[in-house]
Each structure stands twice: as structure tokens, then as C-alpha cells.
């Protein structure tokens, strides 16, 4: 796309509204820069809780900003016809006008390349998923990008979008949540409770993943696993006009896993798949590697040459992450996991875990299958923190639990007490069910203080 027609196209979008970005933190920065790298007279709002950018250098020489801050910055924006929502500020309790259009990056970006684009979104195994998917498209294209939910802006790499570049797009469901247009592939992991803070219910946070799927026309692709009870539940409730093609373990569909012979039943044709070859632990990374066979597939991609680059992926930080062995104990970083069904994954993938780390911040979830799953699992030591580790805490106890359970009030103290508890030739895992953000900015940030704990015991 020439500079000229992108700007075309971006005004046709904004189609001469007020133009309001909510939320300047890195998208909002990042929307900022794009727009008025392009319309470098547009008149542009910002609005921010934070007050303290009104002193950033480049906004104060911008004549062309006006800036709404501090904690009514939400007070205003009924007044803007067009607002480009950053992520992480929740509508729940806002009722969006007639006459107002609330759009985001995600939407803005598709609205150019959907025809180039990959979504990929799921509670979980987003991350895992798409920079495999990009690791394995790496093997056959020379211009692939990996943007999105795990860390790069849609919109700071519109300048190196060429006609043939292949994006892999990880998609939250906050991106998710307002957009008028999907990707020409997209891929649904799985549905499970999260993010309730930020929602209404359950359901408005599924049917915000499912904007994935909803705005594709017939030439486009939709990828979902039915083995998953949630997404077979709510496909019946979807108009999907797209090729639809499904994987399991379960089921003789598109693509098919036989886990006793490791093989690949895909499109009738047998491929071999050595797990023991495959960096990734647990069967819920095998779906994962099904999705992005099912890309390969429906792109004409060769599949053996695909699963021999599978085979050269190395797992990303903070996902069953393999820390140290010491003192004969092998530790494990889960940190990513913030809810109870990637805490079970991790126990079933990870062997002879004796010591588990869990807790966080409480959004509200419903930790029964998590306490029921314990409970009939081996009796562990579990060391418990913030408020989700009260509450686990009360539930076992209650339970009558057979392993011990530990109070901890840091993760430092958690640690500590996993080496004193964790027989040698066993393993203490870090998977705490539950959002980090009761002690620290992120996942990232707790599962680096778990390393660095183990690491400089």
C-alpha cells in the first residue's frame, strides 16, 4: 500500500470525526505517533488518568493536542466522535453515544490489512501459539511479523508492511472488544473465565473474542478446537460465514491427534509428531501446534517441512519455563498462568511436582475446579499468596486438604519455604491461578523475582 492510499484509507476511517485517543500508555503513544505522523495539522485529544504527561516534551511542542488528565479524564469523552480505546480501560460502566464511534488499534489495523493478517486469541496459549506460528511462517517467507497482545503495536509497524507480508497478530479480548473488522485467518484457542474486572459477565468477554471470527466473508478461514466445551457451546450462537476447520483429540475432524501413536491425522493424511522432539510440555501445547498446522494447511504450506520447524521452537519465558535445577530440586516458572485451568495444565504437564507456589491478585474468579482438582490430586506443599491465596487457603482447609498448606507474604518467603519443603529428584512449580498485579507491574516481573530467587539461593 503506497503512502498516499494509507492516508486515504486512514481518513476514510476517522471520516472527519472529533478524534479523541483514550489512554496514552504504549498503544496510546503509539496511536499518537502514527497519526500525527501522518496528518501532521489533525487536531488530536488525549485522554489519561495520569497527569504527568501533560510535561512530555513532544506533546507540549504539538499545538494541535488538547489534553484531558487526571481522574475525571473519562468525564468528557461522550464528547468526541470517533475515540480509539486503549486496551486496558474498561466500558463496562459506559453507555456509548448514538453519535460516537469507538474503534481501537486492532480495528484501525485490520481496516488496512486484514487480507495480510493471522489472529490468533484464547484465554490462554495466545503467546505460545502465535510466535510459534511465527517461528514456523519464518521457515517459508521472508517477511513475517509478530505484533499485538505480546508486546509490538499494530500501528508502529505499518511502515514495513509490504504486499507480501505475512502478519501474526496475538489478539486480546480487550483488543478484541470494539471492531468492525476480522482477520483473513483467525484462531480460536479456548474460553475460560478471566478479565472479569474489566466486564460486565462472562458472556461479554467470550463475545468479545468472538469479534474475531464475526466481521469474515467467505473467503476467509476460522480455526477453533471443539475438544474445548466453551467454544463448542458458544459456535451455536455465532453466524460464521467463513471455511471452518477444527482440531481435536477427541474427534476425526481437519486435523486430528492420535496421543498413543503420536501421530497427525491431517486432512486424512498421517504425519509423524515426536513429542519428545517438541520444546513445548503438556498436551495443551499440542492443541496449540494442531492450530498452527491448520494455518500451514489451509496457506498450502508444506506440513512435514512445518513440523520439523515446530520441532526447533524453544518455549518462551514464564510458560512452564525450565529454571534450575538446585539443591537436587527442578523449579519451574508458570508465571503466566492467571487462571485455574493453566495452573491444571501445568500440574499435568510438568513431572513430580512436590511443591506448588500459588495465589495473587483476586479478580473474582471461581476457583472451584481448581480446589477440586487439588484435592484429588497427590498431596502437595502449596505455598499461598495475596488475597486468591486466602481464599484457596480457606477452601482446602475446609476441604480437610492431606497436603500442607503455607501462608507466604512475599515471594521471597514462598521460595524459601519451597526449598525447605521440596524433596530432592522432585519439582516445586510457580503457577499461581491468579493476575500479578497485588505485588508487581506484571507476569513478566513475577516470574523474573522467581528466578532470581531460585537462581541466587
Not at 502514527?34 to 488530536?44: A, T, Y
Not at 501413536?261 to 498421517?270: G, Q, R, V
Amino acid at each position: 500500500m503506497t503512502d498516499i492510499n494509507l492516508k486515504n484509507r486512514v481518513d476514510e476511517f476517522i471520516n472527519n470525526r472529533s478524534v479523541l485517543i483514550l489512554g496514552f500508555g504504549r498503544e496510546g503513544n503509539s496511536s499518537y505517533r502514527f497519526f500525527r505522523n501522518m496528518f501532521p495539522n489533525m487536531l488530536i485529544s488525549i485522554a489519561d488518568s495520569n497527569g504527568e504527561i501533560e510535561s512530555d516534551d513532544v506533546l507540549i511542542n504539538d499545538s494541535n493536542v488538547s489534553l484531558i488528565l487526571g481522574d475525571d479524564y473519562l468525564s468528557r469523552i461522550q464528547d468526541f466522535e470517533f475515540v480509539l480505546k486503549s486496551p486496558g480501560i474498561s466500558f463496562k460502566n459506559y453507555t456509548i453515544p448514538e453519535n460516537q464511534y469507538v474503534s481501537s488499534q486492532t480495528d484501525l489495523f485490520l481496516y488496512l490489512f486484514s487480507e495480510q493478517t493471522i489472529g490468533i486469541t484464547g484465554t490462554k496459549g495466545k503467546s505460545t501459539t502465535s510466535s510459534l506460528l511465527k517461528h514456523v511462517l519464518g521457515g517459508f517467507y521472508d517477511d513475517v511479523l509478530l505484533i499485538g497482545n505480546i508486546g509490538v503495536p499494530a500501528l508502529d509497524v505499518v511502515n514495513i508492511i509490504g504486499e507480501n507480508t505475512k502478519v501474526v497478530f496475538e489478539m486480546s479480548s480487550h483488543q478484541l472488544e470494539y471492531v468492525s473488522n476480522s482477520p483473513k485467518i483467525a484462531v480460536l484457542l479456548n474460553l475460560y473465565q478471566e478479565h472479569l474486572d474489566h466486564y460486565s459477565d462472562y458472556k461479554s468477554y467470550r463475545f468479545a473474542k468472538w469479534n474475531i471470527v464475526k466481521y469474515q466473508g467467505e473467503q476467509d478461514c476460522f480455526i477453533c478446537c471443539i475438544d474445548e466445551t466453551q467454544v463448542l457451546e458458544d459456535i451455536n450462537n455465532q453466524i460464521i460465514q467463513s471455511v471452518q476447520l477444527k482440531y481435536s483429540f477427541n474427534n476425526n475432524v481437519d486435523c486430528f491427534f492420535d496421543l498413543d501413536d503420536e501421530i497427525l491425522n491431517l486432512k486424512s493424511n498421517k504425519h509423524s509428531f515426536n513429542r519428545s522432539q517438541f520444546a513445548l510440555l503438556g498436551e495443551h501445547n499440542l492443541y496449540n501446534a494442531m492450530a498452527v498446522l491448520l494455518v500451514c494447511d489451509y496457506m498450502k504450506l508444506p506440513l512435514e517441512k512445518a513440523i520439523e520447524l515446530m520441532m526447533t521452537f524453544k518455549s518462551l519465558p514464564h510458560r512452564l519455563e525450565f529454571v534450575a535445577e538446585v539443591n537436587g530440586i527442578k523449579f519451574y516458572n508458570d508465571s503466566i498462568s492467571t487462571i485455574p485451568q493453566a495452573t491444571i495444565k501445568a500440574l499435568e504437564s510438568v513431572s513430580n511436582v512436590k511443591s506448588l507456589i500459588l495465589g495473587g491478585f483476586d479478580r473474582g474468579i471461581d476457583y472451584e475446579l481448581l480446589i477440586n482438582y487439588l484435592t484429588s490430586f497427590k498431596p502437595l506443599n502449596i505455598m499461598l499468596l495475596g488475597d486468591v491465596g486466602a481464599r484457596i487457603y480457606n477452601c482446602l482447609q475446609e476441604k480437610q486438604y492431606k497436603g500442607r498448606l503455607y501462608r507466604s507474604s512475599s515471594m521471597k518467603e514462598a521460595v524459601n519455604k519451597a526449598f525447605e519443603l521440596t524433596p530432592k529428584g522432585s519439582a516445586c512449580l510457580l503457577s499461581p491461578a491468579a493476575s500479578s498485579y497485588d505485588s508487581f507491574k506484571n507476569f513478566e516481573e513475577r516470574g523474573a523475582r522467581f528466578k532470581e530467587l531460585v537462581q541466587n539461593q
